[in-house]
């Protein structure tokens, strides 16, 4: 009897994983823009939503111009952007995205997008402008957002983009 009570009581408290996406596309491709519009749109559908930004360049802070703040501007409740050695919070630590996953996974989040990762394993839309890139760069996304033929989303469709991840999250 007392190992099913501490069966339930273990099921009870199984962790919820957030569902991860990311949102790829070469450089200047227009990803944060995407997310700006999108971010809104997912929490006004009641998801909590995190972005985690890796940034191998130079370590911006939160400031106003910034990737970071626009996409915590945008509604995001979490946005983390980290190098091999620095991640935006408070402090300096050696992270990967999987660190901060584990983070954004205690505080609930039902959706954690990362930016960038076209060469990562996690699902991934990708965002392609002719006048950047004629084809996508990411491997195998899932759906292309852009201004190509083929596109499955255009760039203004965020709306229908929305409906789409949501109609994922059970998969991804």
């Known amino acids: 009897m007392y190992s099913e009570e501490k069966q339930a009581l273990a099921a009870e408290l199984t962790l919820k ?12 491709s227009g ?19 995190g972005v985690i930004k890796h940034d191998g ?16 501007e ?10 091999s050695q620095r991640y935006l919070l408070t402090e300096a630590f050696r992270l990967t995205e999987q660190d901060l996953l584990a983070l954004f996974e205690r505080h609930g989040y039902d959706l954690v997008l990362l930016e960038g990762y076209k060469s990562s394993g996690w699902p991934k839309i990708e965002v392609v402008r002719k006048a950047v890139s004629e084809t996508p760069v990411s491997f195998h996304p899932l759906a292309i957002v852009g201004d190509i033929p083929g596109a499955d ?3 203004e469709e965020t709306d229908a983009l929305a409906d789409w991840i949501c109609a994922q999250m059970p998969a991804l």
């Open 17 to 28: 994983q957030p569902a991860v996406l990311a949102v790829s596309g070469a450089h200047n």
């Open 74 to 83: 945008a509604g995001a409740e979490g946005v983390a952007v980290y190098s």
């Open 31 to 49: 990803k944060t823009t995407l997310l700006e519009k999108l971010i809104p749109i997912l929490r006004r559908r009641g998801l909590k939503v």
């Open 153 to 155: 989303f255009g760039l």
């Open 57 to 72: 360049h130079d370590f911006t802070p939160d400031v106003p111009g910034t990737d970071s703040f626009r996409l915590r």
